[in-house]
Structures are given as C-alpha cells and as structure tokens.
C-alpha cells in the first residue's frame, strides 16, 4: 500500500510540474522600408544662409540658358521674357528679381531629413587620337543595333524610364551588353568608335562626368557629350574598392581611385566592369560648355546635375554646403540643368565646377553635406513630387 501511494503521489508531483502549452508563433511579416520622398516646406528668404550668396553675376547667364527652354512653357514665360529684356544685371537687380518671381521652399524628406549628399563633376580633358594605339581605349557613338523602349504611354507607372536592350533573332529584346561584354568585343561590327582615349580610367571617368574634350595628337580639340548608354544602372567604382578592402570609405575618391588602377593594372578591366554601365557619345560643336540634360549649356560654378523627379530641369535652386574636404561654408544661387545615373533622391545635387584639371581637382574631392531650397514661381502652385 504505501508503495502503491508513493506511486500516485510521484504521479501528481510530476502533472504539477508538466510545462505549460505555449501559444503558436506568429510568422514575421518583413516590413518594406519607405520610400523616401520629397516634402517641401515654404519658407522666408531670411531663412536661407548668407542669401543671395557668392557669385550671384556667375548664375545670371546659366538662368538666361535656361530660359531658352523655360520659355516656351506659359507660367515661365513672362518670368523669362523680363529676364532677358534687363539682360545683365548687377547682385543688387538679380536679388530682386528672384525675390520678385520666386518663393523659396527647403527641399526635406518623408522621413525628416533636411540634409544630403552634394558631389561635383566637371569636363575633363584627355589625350587621345582618331586611331587605336598601344593601351588605348574606346570612346563609342550610339550603336544601331541598340534599341529604345518607351513605355510609359501604356504603362504608367514606367512614366520617365526608358528601356533599353537588343534584337536576338527577329522577335525577342534581351538586355544589351554590358561593360564587360562590350569590353569583350560583344559589339562587333555595330561598334562605331569615335575617338580613343589614351588613359582607360580617366575615359572611365569622363564616362561618369557625360562629356569632355580630348586632345588629339594634332593638337586640336574633340569636344563629346553624352548621347545615351547601354541600360545598365551605374555602379560606383569606389564603393567596389571599398568593399574589396583596396580603399577606406575616408580615402575613396577620384584621385585615389586612379593611384590603386596605376599601382594594380592587372586588376584594372576588373575595376571597371564593377560598373556594367556604359556611355554612348556625340560629337560636339560650339565653346560654351558641355550639353546638360535641359539641353542648354552647363555654366561652370552655376549649373547642377538633379533628380528631376524632386526637382524640375530649369528651376533655379539655392544649395548651402561646404567647401570640397573644408568646412568653409559654400552658399550658392545655381540652376538645376542636368541629371545624372547616380544622382536620385530630393536633396541630391552634383555640382558642376567647370573644365580642366582644377575643377576636376574640386570635383573629385566633393562629397559634403548640404541642404537644397527650391526657387518655385509664385504663380505657380506649390511644388510636388513627379510621378
């Protein structure tokens, strides 16, 4: 008997301590994160640092070429039309003028953000021929074969994306080459080469700025500009270094990149292939500046590369920022006249310094913070993202 009671009482002992059934999980739902977005915020000029800023005559002529464009739209009409009849001005009639037609309003994101990322890009100048040489490297014209696909009548959502890509057989459009295979001779008999460059990295580069000038062995110039490109995204170089370990995100910049191609040229068509992007070129006639997507020419410290999903091609823009590696403060009136592959997203400007090794010097050593107002017309409703 008491062996069959320890045995019940071992029974019961053993039901209380029976762990609990736990609830059933529930999965995870991943979360997308949000888009970021513009969010524009009217604001009094007094709030603008140090407004009109520095070199307020330099950004007049780059206004009047953008009224080239403006100027057959009807709300910028009568705005353009007083500005070419006062022609040049002084600070004092520009300032008022922009005070007169425009509202500012700060450029800040969904998220809370008022600042971003400024760069700065340039035309560069090459050495190069009409004829291959040893090490030389192609610049290409838009080849035939390369079609171009606009969507955006059926599909919406496609609105400002152009599609690109190539016949294979008589009814299929696959992706056109990539850097890579075009490097590999894919192009064949559909490559029509305008010029050679004798550096393959500064042509790399002069890719990424969409224009330049080359020196012939003549001593006669070749001014290109950007064309179009194979439909590829661009991919930063100098963020492949970083991730192989080659450069620190503190080093990486243009004229580091061209110290690691020079110091690893057995490695440097692995480098450039980290981008499959590629630009096609155009020649260009005339001397007053390489060609911006506005279709105007770009003015050399008054002119910057947008996203004009946030900011509309034409409109003038106040960027306050600093000074390439400086903390000196860098307050400028400029025009928003060009776009870029790695320019997306509303406070993103790159900053067109000029021509030549100088204003690639600055440029290739641009990366700061800055904040962006947007000049909007007073007649206008308030600005609003573009779909």
């Known amino acids: 008997m008491r062996f069959l009671l320890l045995i019940v009482l071992a029974s019961v002992l053993a039901a209380c301590h029976t762990p609990p059934v736990k609830p059933p999980v529930k999965p995870i739902t991943p979360t997308q994160p949000e888009e970021i977005t513009a969010v524009y915020k009217q604001t009094q000029w007094s709030a603008l640092p140090n407004w009109p800023g520095e070199q307020l005559n330099n950004t007049w002529p780059s206004w009047l070429n953008s009224c080239k464009r403006l100027a057959t739209r009807p709300v910028w009409k009568d705005i353009c039309a007083e500005a070419v009849m006062l022609g040049q001005q002084d600070e004092t009639s520009i300032k008022a003028f922009f005070e007169k037609h425009f509202s500012p309003w700060q450029i800040t994101t969904n998220t809370g953000t008022d600042t971003g990322l400024v760069t700065g890009y340039y035309e560069p100048l090459l050495k190069g021929s009409l004829t291959p040489k040893v090490g030389s490297v ?25 599609l690109r890509g190539r016949l294979e057989g008589t009814r299929t459009v696959i992706p056109y080459w990539s850097r890579q295979e075009i490097a590999e001779g894919k192009m064949g008999n559909s490559a029509k080469v305008l010029a050679w460059a004798d550096d393959a990295v500064e042509a790399f580069f002069m890719e990424v700025q969409g224009s330049g000038r080359i020196q012939l062995e003549d001593g006669s110039l070749l001014r290109l500009g950007y064309a179009d490109q194979n439909g590829y995204p661009y991919k930063s170089i100098g963020k492949w270094l970083i991730e192989q370990g080659e450069l620190t995100p503190d080093k990486a910049s243009m004229q580091s990149i061209q110290a690691w191609a020079k110091a690893n040229p ?9 981008n ?25 410290e008054a002119s910057a590369a947008v996203d004009p999903k946030f900011v509309p091609l034409g409109s003038p823009i106040y960027l306050a920022t600093t000074r390439p590696n400086d903390n000196q403060a860098m307050n400028r009136l400029i025009q928003a006249q060009d776009t870029g592959g790695a320019i997306a997203g509303p406070i993103r400007v790159d900053y067109f310094w000029g021509f030549g090794a100088k204003a690639g010097e600055l440029a290739g050593r641009m990366k700061q913070k800055g904040q962006v107002w947007l000049l909007w017309p007073k007649a206008l409703p308030a600005p609003e993202v573009r779909k």
């Open 138 to 162: 192609p610049f290409y014209a838009v080849p035939d074969n390369l079609l171009i696909l606009d969507l955006a009548k059926q599909y919406t959502d496609l609105k400002g994306k152009r």
């Open 276 to 300: 499959p992007s590629v630009v096609f070129f155009r020649v260009l006639s005339g001397t007053d500046g390489p060609i911006g997507a506005l279709n105007v020419p770009l003015t050399d």
């Open 266 to 274: 057995q490695r440097l068509q692995e480098m450039l292939n980290a």
